[in-house]
């Protein structure tokens, strides 16, 4: 991701993107491009007899804007994209791409922030955008079955009427799509209490890279054989390609309140997190902000957050009237132990919209404060959470790069936002190595590296400190078991055991491998 040449004794191996054509003599790069000219023009005549010519994008300004996700410090740009219409034209393709050994990427809206849909620049990315239908909405049985391009939101909205709604609810959920949640087993603010998307799928209908279409789990609260629906979800599009999602529809509480707790400390804030647990009280939303969050969500969406404190925790709580009321009267406590400087109620349903819709705009509103930011995405024991924010501050001061907070708290997911200037020569390397620092102070509490964003290219090296050899290995072997030909969203998600030694989390002996026998991907 950056330009910037590291010193890779002390420094992070940055992500590359997959298929790139590296750095080469003019005379051979003219002939990479005359090349690459000719395969499109060649997979183009091809996938034509295939699907129609409207669902083949082949030129520049056509396939530029596919040439990242939400993280846009990587880009690149695929041989073609195509758009297909129906489940026989993804098998069609699919079987094409296999036939001729091609890399696919699947996308969805792109929302993504670890670089999960950028563009093979040697393969096709394949847009599943026109896959937008609600298929069949079941209230009775409480389900909903969906083609992968519904917007998250739309499925809540669409369900409404019928007093239900679908519970994971990620911040960019008026844009995001299902099969992208579960290619990244997206959250959200009511993950704590609800699940994330694995808990919250019934089912899929996938298409392998041979163009075998299978369905996975059912209608059930459980099916036969292997969990192959949990395998999937998560999977980061490495696996299938989802064409058809079942997902559990939930009633509609018939009360919920929000309480808004400020602190004079962040860590005294991360300790009533874990108190509010340690107590039994599970609510539906647990959300930390500290001060540069609230500040910026503040004079973002005017919600009424008190500027003046140095963290705020958004406790929602719903249920029955009573057991809300009983809950909100322990919450309050809790809190009061805890040393909180102030304590407030939503008054209105209006009010608790409104004091939610500062929490989702944070992202967008800490763009106000500088020219860019980087989202990361760990999740850490609760207990831990006083020691890595007080760590965070240290590491922010060292790297001179401000940190925002704002992230799920209830069940340790960590958002921070590094504030910095991509103009500013070297300032996005420092960036991503800040970054890779607070994944790996994640990964040494006890905690992961992602907790809903998917590892994609962008924790690629830091999946080398979490996981060991025979593990690493184990993830290939699931990968070769799915797509022999390593075909499907190549170089994601799952690090070489030689990128791990680069990295130096990995010791290999006088250059010896676990199980030599098996190929590497």
């Not at 563009?119 to 990315?125: A, K, M, R, V, Y």
């Not at 079941?138 to 992968?148: D, I, K, S, T």
């Not at 990244?184 to 019934?202: D, I, P």
């Not at 791990?500 to 030599?516: K, T």
Request: one cysteine or more.
């Amino acid at each position: 991701m950056s330009a910037e040449p590291a010193d890779q004794s002390a420094a992070p191996v940055p992500p590359q993107p997959p298929g790139g054509t590296g750095a080469a003599s003019p005379a051979a790069t003219d002939a990479q491009r005359r090349d690459r000219h000719s395969r499109r023009q060649r997979f183009a005549r091809e996938l034509a007899q295939l699907l129609p010519a409207e669902s083949i994008l082949s030129s520049e300004e056509q396939l530029r804007p596919y040439e990242s996700d939400g993280l846009t410090a990587l880009k690149a740009t695929p041989l073609l994209v195509v758009l297909p219409d129906t489940i026989e034209q993804v098998q069609a393709v699919l079987c094409w791409a296999s036939a001729n050994a091609v890399p696919v990427v699947a996308r969805g809206a792109g929302t993504g922030l670890s670089g999960g849909a950028l563009p093979h620049e040697d393969g096709i990315l394949l847009g599943l955008a026109r896959f937008n239908r609600i298929l069949e909405l079941n209230r009775e049985l409480g389900y909903a079955r969906v083609q992968p391009g519904v917007r998250n939101l739309a499925i809540s909205d669409a369900a409404r009427p019928h007093g239900l709604y679908y519970a994971p609810d990620p911040s960019s959920q008026i844009a995001c799509t299902i099969g992208g949640n579960i290619a990244e087993n997206s959250g959200g603010v009511h993950c704590l209490k609800y699940g994330l998307t694995v808990h919250n799928v019934l089912s899929v209908t996938i298409v392998t890279i041979d163009g075998e279409l299978l369905t996975l789990g059912g209608g059930s609260l459980d099916s036969a054989g292997y969990d192959l629906l949990a395998l999937m979800t998560g999977s980061e599009g490495m696996l299938a390609v989802v064409v058809e999602v079942t997902v559990k529809l939930l009633p509609v509480p018939p009360e919920a309140r929000l309480v808004m707790a400020a602190f004079d400390s962040v860590e005294a804030a991360g300790d009533a997190v874990g108190r509010v647990i340690a107590a039994g009280i599970i609510p539906a939303g647990l959300e930390l902000m500290d001060k540069p969050a609230i500040i910026a969500a503040e004079a973002f969406a005017k919600c009424g957050y008190p500027t003046d404190a140095a963290a705020l925790l958004l406790c929602e709580l719903d249920g029955t009237a009573e057991e809300v009321v009983s809950q909100i009267e322990r919450v309050s406590e809790v809190f009061r132990e805890s040393s909180v400087s102030s304590l407030h109620i939503a008054a209105s349903e209006a009010e608790r919209l409104l004091l939610w819709k500062g929490r989702k705009s944070a992202f967008p509103a800490v763009g106000r404060l500088a020219p860019d930011y980087y989202c990361i995405d760990g999740t850490i024991p609760r207990r831990q959470l006083s020691h890595v924010l007080q760590r965070m501050d240290e590491l922010s001061a060292e790297y001179g790069l401000p940190i925002a907070n704002v992230f799920h708290a209830g069940d340790g997911n960590l958002h921070p936002l590094i504030m910095f200037d991509a103009g500013k020569p070297g300032e996005l390397h420092r960036t991503e190595q800040l970054g890779s620092q607070i994944l790996q102070l994640c990964v040494e509490v006890g905690g992961t590296v992602t907790g809903e964003h998917g590892v994609g290219l962008e924790k690629i090296n830091e999946m080398c400190v979490q996981f060991d050899a025979d593990t690493i290995t184990q993830f290939h072997a699931v990968k070769a078991a799915f797509d022999p030909q390593g075909l499907l969203n190549p170089g994601k998600a799952v690090p070489t055991l030689q990128r791990c030694a680069e990295f130096g989390a990995m010791h290999i002996h006088h250059g010896e491998l676990p199980f030599p026998e098996l190929e590497r991907f």
